[in-house]
């Protein structure tokens, strides 16, 4: 009899084991996405390179980043989950090293655009949602949600530490921290990480990437989906996590201060994502995207009147409810996409976030421009603005869904 309860026992704790690894691979991986923000200034001063060609960079590194989602989604059904985190890992450690030994513009569109993007983009959202989706029935959304909130603690709680090494030492130091960090991560990853026993073999290829899309694309909920999720890239990574730091800079704020900032929204992140994905369980996922798009736009529309050389309370409950909102919107999109595509939702969410990298790239490419041209980001943020009040308005003619209930 102990016997048969020690056995019945080890399926319950594997999933959360399983989630613990990949969370640990998404925090790393995760941690590499803002410190390209902290680096706008540096490569300018140092290197001589304009603004808009370091934004280029970080285009080219959101756009592989989105494209890397559906593909690596369907290379989780071939390889594994275990050996794509993996190998995720070691690609953005490559990334890392090879940027501190630039001289050219070109370099940090290969290095950190395209060998970082890639890593980024195999353990970000599509990543969660995988797992999410093989481990788990009742808490999917939940889980979801937790591990999503993971990439916001690599992406913002490691940024006062960056931030640190840039200005007291140099931004080549910061990028050496994080290819240790990621080496150091493998083994742990490689440990914990693995597929379902019912996910092995033939049956867990899953269908070709291009061929979802082919078959989502012609869908109505798909292309508002991705339209949607492109507004959220645009107004997040794109606007917020790309141009926050240099635009508060312009405002007389250290850029310290700036990035204890975006930790503050990144703090206020996982339990905005937490708390979404258990609302997701529970509620219209579309009227919840409703109201995170419609309360980011005010946020947007705000910010230039907030931004000074010292922090205030109003910057700060700025901070928190954009915290709140940020990548609130991951669950009930990810739920959308199950509802409506059911077995192929992975690899559709990972198109739809491909689009999501778009809208972000583009963001973060105009943003300089505008930078370089009008000596503000003032027309941006209103602009960007506009865009979420759109979004709120487009993501209810998604079709209905029914609700989705938690299991006690």
Known sequence: MDMEITLVSRPSRRPWRVASGAALAIVVAG??????????????EDLGWSRSS??????VNMVVYGATG???????????????????????????????????????????GVLVGLGTGATAATFAATVGERWFTARRGLVTGMLTAAGVVGQFAFLPLLSWIVESYEWRVAASVLTGAATLALPAVWASVRDPEAAAGPKAVEPLALAVLGRAAR???????????????????????????PAAHDHGMPVTVAASLLSVIGLCNVAGTVGSGWATDRFDARRLLTAYYALRALCLFALPLLLAATVDVPLLAFAVLFGLLDVATVPPTVALCRAHFGADAPVVFGWVSTAHQVGAGAVAFAGGLARDAFGSYDVMWAGVGVLCVAASLVVLVVRGVPECRTAV
Request: hydrophobic fraction near 55%; aromatic fraction near 12%; charge should be positive.
């Open 219 to 245: 869908t109505a909920p798909f292309r508002l989906l991705a339209g949607t999720f492109a507004i959220c890239g645009a107004s997040t990574n794109g606007v917020l996590w790309t141009h926050f730091a």
């Open 70 to 112: 559906p593909f690596a989604a369907a290379l989780m059904g071939r390889l594994g989950i275990r050996r794509v985190a993996t190998g995720a890992l070691l690609l953005v450690g490559a990334g890392a090293a090879l940027t501190t030994t630039m001289t050219s513009p070109w370099q940090f569109v290969l290095y950190w």
């Open 31 to 44: 941690s590499f996405s803002t410190l390209a923000g902290l680096l706008v200034g540096p490569l300018h």
């Open 54 to 59: 370091v934004g280029l960079g970080s285009l």
